[in-house]
């Protein structure tokens, strides 16, 4: 085996290797960057062929050197004119793909980008094109509003990339990408990077690429073996209480905490801000220079952690995030890929934690399956093993803070104190340390545990709230009662997709039969459905809007959807919403 490893590495390109200009390869060096990734490898020469690409490439692969190289070959810094345009999803992608882009060419001379999107200041864009500058990197909202001002003239465009363009097409930008693509000279090149190929891909591609190569990066290439995935199985009440033990427990100098609601992110970061720690939340919601002060926050390493959805985390791209914590899975298989691939970066080892409930652990099933790759479930550490670790983080801690500077007026009140109040020293130090820890929470027991194991700690705690609100049922009928083992929520489930199979005639023959009583009364006393509709409105009988039951001769669960949107809302069998791409 160690034979075979070395027989591989031999075969990784490196950047020297290559033909790329001396600038380039300064620039890329400085930056760290030594070996190819399986996409940069793949794409870089197509794409100095002069040839078209679809790069299907999850997060973490090295996407933006892959379109980023070749852009600085292709373009010519002595022209004052736009050569190059890349379109990003969001403003915190667009600035990140700038700031490496611009990196990499840091040695080219006359190499200008600039990045443009929403919530900047807009006449410091102005100014830039004004003077001039080599390539527009922004999201498609602002680069039209500069396209109605006159400010972006795209007649000299030599070269266009689409990043994240799945992203992009399901954030409703597909008339803007489409009337940007047209504005173009037609004998532009078009490099389109997506985490997934649905039709609406294919259609961009026939409509605005010439023959594209289709380079896939496989899972198995994947920087995901480089990331310890694990989780650990609690009940929804004790995930607070959870994430808290764990960063405590592994003491991460920088930390993402993944949720799925700006809501949750908001509450979530409350909460840890409340006790102790170092902590800001990235949503939507938040204004540019919010958002800006967030990240520098965190780039800087002065913010140990950073809640975020999925959607404000594009774009975040620091090499150094040790660990990536899962407090919600993702409702899509892609996304915990996108996720996890923020950390492990720059050839780094990383971890992704994540915390589930026992009705997710069919999700975990289709994760491994997905990536590839082990995640493995641990056992919750208990409050005394976590106590040690943190009371030698505050220590360290504290000494760092305290480093170069003369503590000798404190250690003589220390001395003075203990003196008057005859009190050991090392008394008053320990009194210090056990205040930094916070609250003593040694009553808190955890639960973690496989489903239906059947433990007498799992049981006792089933039975008082939890996710499934069913008084622990599914830990009574784990062994017996229920077949193979199988769970309250597994059994609506099944429930659920008979219901939505019948008919709409079955449905209302079944509510009829419910409520006979109630209908014969209003037949005796005369009561037409006319009658009804004039003292009551439209409403369906108890109260529940009719046109959510019935769509297109179907039933259909109240809340849920059909049409265009369905696709995305349906869930699979193991609880993740369908994807809306291919797996290759």
Do not use: W
């Not at 985490?195 to 259609?203: C, G, K, R, V």
């Not at 949720?259 to 919601?285: F, I, P, W």
């Not at 800006?292 to 390493?301: A, I, K, P």
């Not at 039969?513 to 209003?522: E, H, K, V």
Request: net charge positive; with cysteine.
């Amino acid at each position: 085996m160690p034979e075979a490893e070395e027989r591989e590495e031999t075969y990784i390109m490196k950047y020297q290797d290559t033909n790329l200009k001396p600038e380039i390869l300064q620039g890329i060096a400085e930056m760290g960057f030594d070996e190819m990734t399986p996409i940069q490898e793949q794409a870089i020469p197509v794409i100095l062929d002069g040839k078209d690409i679809v790069g299907l490439a999850q997060t973490g692969t090295g996407k933006t050197a892959a379109f980023g190289i070749p852009l600085i070959s292709l373009v010519e810094p002595a022209e004052r004119s736009v050569q190059a345009v890349v379109l990003c999803p969001t403003r915190e992608l667009a600035m990140q793909d700038a700031e490496e882009i611009a990196s990499m060419g840091k040695y080219v001379d006359g190499l200008k980008i600039l990045s443009v999107y929403g919530g900047s200041d807009i006449v410091r864009q102005l100014k830039a094109l004004r003077k001039g500058v080599t390539a527009v990197i922004g999201t498609p909202g602002r680069v039209m509003d500069h396209m109605r001002r006159g400010t972006l003239k795209l007649e000299n465009v030599k070269y266009l990339v689409l990043d994240e363009a799945d992203e992009m097409l399901d954030m409703g930008f597909r008339d803007d990408i489409e009337t940007i693509c047209q504005a173009m000279p037609e004998d532009r090149q078009t490099a389109l990077f997506s985490a997934t190929m649905p039709d609406e891909i294919l259609e961009l591609t026939r409509a605005y690429q010439k023959d594209p190569e289709i380079i896939e990066v496989s899972h198995d290439e994947l920087t995901v073996p480089k990331i310890k995935q694990s989780y650990y199985m609690v009940k929804g009440r004790q995930k607070d209480e959870a994430l808290c033990r764990l960063i405590d427990y592994m003491c991460p100098k920088r930390a993402l905490v993944f949720c799925n609601t700006k809501r949750k992110v908001d509450q979530l970061t409350l909460l840890l801000k409340r006790r102790g720690y170092s902590a800001e939340g990235l949503h939507g919601d938040l204004s540019q220079q919010q958002r800006d002060r967030v990240m520098d926050l965190f780039r800087s390493g002065n913010l140990d952690l950073l809640l975020a959805t999925d959607v404000a985390a594009r774009g975040i791209d620091v090499d150094d995030v040790d660990i990536v914590f899962n407090y919600d899975l993702p409702q899509e298989m892609e996304y915990y890929v996108h996720r996890i691939g923020r950390t492990g970066r720059a050839g780094k080892k990383g971890k992704a934690v994540s915390l589930i409930n026992t009705r997710e652990r069919r999700k975990i099933n289709a994760l491994e399956e997905f990536t590839g790759a082990s995640i493995k479930e641990k056992v919750m550490p208990s409050y005394r093993d976590v106590m040690p670790i943190k009371a030698n983080s505050n220590i360290e801690r504290a000494l760092k803070f305290c480093e170069g500077m003369d503590l000798t007026e404190y250690a003589d009140m220390i001395r003075s104190y203990a003196m008057e109040n005859h009190t050991d020293q090392l008394l008053i130090a320990a009194a210090f340390l056990r205040e930094s820890l916070g609250e003593a929470r040694e009553d808190i027991e955890i639960v973690s545990g496989k489903r239906g194991s059947g433990k007498k700690g799992s049981r006792r705690n089933s039975g008082h709230g939890g996710n499934s609100g069913r008084s622990g049922r599914s830990d009574r009928y784990g062994k017996k009662g229920r077949r193979s083992g199988r769970s309250d929520s597994d059994f609506s489930r099944d429930k659920n997709k008979r219901s939505r199979r019948n008919s709409d005639s079955d449905s209302r023959d079944f509510r009829k039969s419910r409520n006979s009583s109630s209908r014969d009364f209003r037949k005796s006393s005369g009561r037409g459905s006319g009658e009804r509709n004039e003292k009551y409105g439209n409403r369906e009988r108890f109260g529940r809007d009719n046109s959510s039951r019935k769509r297109s001769g179907k039933f259909v669960k109240p809340g849920s959807h059909s049409g265009k949107g369905a696709r995305r809302g349906k869930s699979s069998g193991d609880g993740f919403r369908a994807f809306r791409g291919k797996k290759k």
